[in-house]
């Protein structure tokens, strides 16, 4: 089946110790996003792919980096984890397509939980 | 960008009932949506309606948008305990290609 795959499910690092979350999607979308979700809130937008176009959201820390080495994988990278960066990483891919200005359907992976120690 | 903000913020029914959502966001959008989430879960995109629909139907599903008081509904039928997740409307900004999601309605249904 068509998915969207993140690994590891649950991760535990130390404070300021790099991570790395990973994201793959069988689904060949072309846009690919990942977003924060702190408990009882809503998911916040970190960034986002279209293609191979990096789009950062104004507000997202630049502890945060992001790469998309293909359409199937996106990956997520935080240099220095802080005790306020513990939370759900959810990933999600949508169709796209050129001249779409039209948002369509976001399919998301299970969410990596990140617990920084 | 704008954030669809829900009401209520929990909600607890009984198995049977019908459970009722709503969503209001501040500018104009081209699509509403809506996802569950399980507890612990990713999103899952339950219905998307346009801003020229009223209305839209999937199974137990009822969503209602009204762009002119800039709100939606989403209306759960005769709810079961499965049901018992949280709810989330999302909007995308007109002229943008992304989402933004409000803080969600949490419902609980008992059998």
């Known amino acids: 089946d068509a998915m969207v795959i993140q690994n590891p499910r649950y991760q535990v690092t130390q404070f300021g110790k790099p991570v790395t979350l990973s994201c793959s999607q069988t689904?060949?979308?072309?846009?690919m996003y990942w977003y924060q979700q702190k408990s009882s809130q809503a998911p916040k937008l970190l960034f986002h792919?279209?293609?191979?176009?990096?789009?950062n959201e104004a507000d997202t820390p630049d502890n945060f980096q992001s790469r998309r080495p293909n359409t199937s994988f996106c990956f997520l990278d935080i240099r220095s984890p802080g005790l306020g960066d513990a939370a759900m990483y959810l990933c999600?891919?949508?169709?796209?397509?050129?001249?779409?200005?039209?948002?369509?359907?976001?399919?998301f992976g299970p969410g990596t939980r990140l617990t920084v120690l | 960008s704008q954030q669809g903000e829900e009401d209520p913020q929990a909600l607890s029914i009984q198995e049977g009932e019908n459970a009722t959502m709503n969503c209001s966001y501040k500018?104009?959008?081209?699509?509403l949506q809506w996802y569950r989430q399980n507890s612990g879960r990713g999103l899952v995109h339950l219905i998307l309606?346009?801003?020229?629909?009223r209305e839209k139907h999937s199974g137990r599903l009822r969503v209602t948008l009204d762009t002119s008081k800039k709100s939606s509904s989403l209306l759960i039928t005769a709810s079961r305990a499965a049901d018992t997740a949280s709810y989330f409307c999302?909007?995308?900004?007109?002229?943008?290609?992304?989402?933004?999601f409000g803080k969600g309605t949490m419902l609980l249904v008992s059998p």
């Open positions: 999600a891919t949508s169709r796209g397509g050129l001249g779409t200005s039209v948002m369509d359907t976001q399919y």
């Open positions: 689904l060949n979308h072309n846009v």
């Open positions: 792919y279209y293609d191979k176009d990096f789009n």
């Open positions: 500018t104009s959008i081209n699509n």
């Open positions: 309606i346009r801003s020229n629909e």
């Open positions: 999302a909007t995308d900004d007109s002229g943008y290609s992304t989402l933004t």
